[in-house]
């Protein structure tokens, strides 16, 4: 059997984006991050663009607190890669802030996003990071992310889950949801249709079926 290769190597690294791809839906990000399938729509290019000019700004100091935009980051223990929108350095100690373009969500796969950049930048400065912040377009407001065990437990098991999916190659199958109507890549992924499929049973049948009721020339 085919085993996932070492999260430390550097062709192993997943992104960090798929983390919360994976616990909003597992397909959705093995179509994005397996099978290269993209479709973007208002809310997604609207979000490309926040995060586009968040990544773009230029490195500043206000209050004594230096902040970094679009900082690269790694963690070869974890096995992940990615980019920071912008990291608020307190002195030496780093502090992950993501911009999203919506507003708070009822599942953690945002708060999952963060957490997993700050494993990362624990891997690159080698100090704790014990929280950071999410900032949300539609109200305008961050919000403070405790970085607690809980949290930190399910970031861990969201990466390597992740990775070995992506590794193996599988996409898993369709499971039609409400989460469905707020996804991207609905039309592709078709979950209504594809989740029960017609047999080929059934298909056969139907085809004796009309044939059985043509006209004899």
Request: proline content about 8%; some cysteine; overall charge positive.
């Amino acid at each position: 059997m085919k085993l996932p290769p070492d999260p430390t190597a550097e062709d192993a690294l997943v992104p960090v984006s798929a983390l919360q791809h994976y616990l909003f839906c597992p397909r959705q990000c093995a179509l994005i991050h397996i099978e290269q399938v993209w479709t973007e729509d208002g809310a997604t290019a609207e979000g490309r663009l926040v995060h586009q000019r968040v990544d773009g700004g230029r490195p500043d100091r206000r209050g004594g607190i230096r902040t970094v935009r679009g900082l690269v980051l790694r963690s070869l223990e974890y096995g992940l890669a990615g980019k920071a929108d912008a990291v608020e350095f307190h002195g030496t100690t780093p502090c992950p802030v993501e911009y999203k373009r919506g507003r708070p969500k009822n599942h953690r796969a945002d708060e999952v996003q963060l957490c997993a950049q700050a494993l990362c930048l624990e891997e690159m400065f080698g100090v704790p990071v014990l929280e950071g912040a999410l900032f949300y377009g539609v109200t305008r407001k961050r919000i403070l992310v405790v970085f607690d065990t809980e949290l930190r437990g399910l970031t861990v098991q969201m990466a390597a889950a992740c990775r070995k999916m992506i590794a193996f190659g599988k996409t898993p199958p369709p499971q039609a949801k409400p989460a469905c109507q707020r996804c991207s890549l609905a039309e592709t992924c078709s979950p209504t249709r594809l989740e029960k499929p017609p047999s080929v049973q059934n298909w056969l049948l139907s085809q004796i079926g009309s044939a059985s009721e043509q006209p004899l020339m």
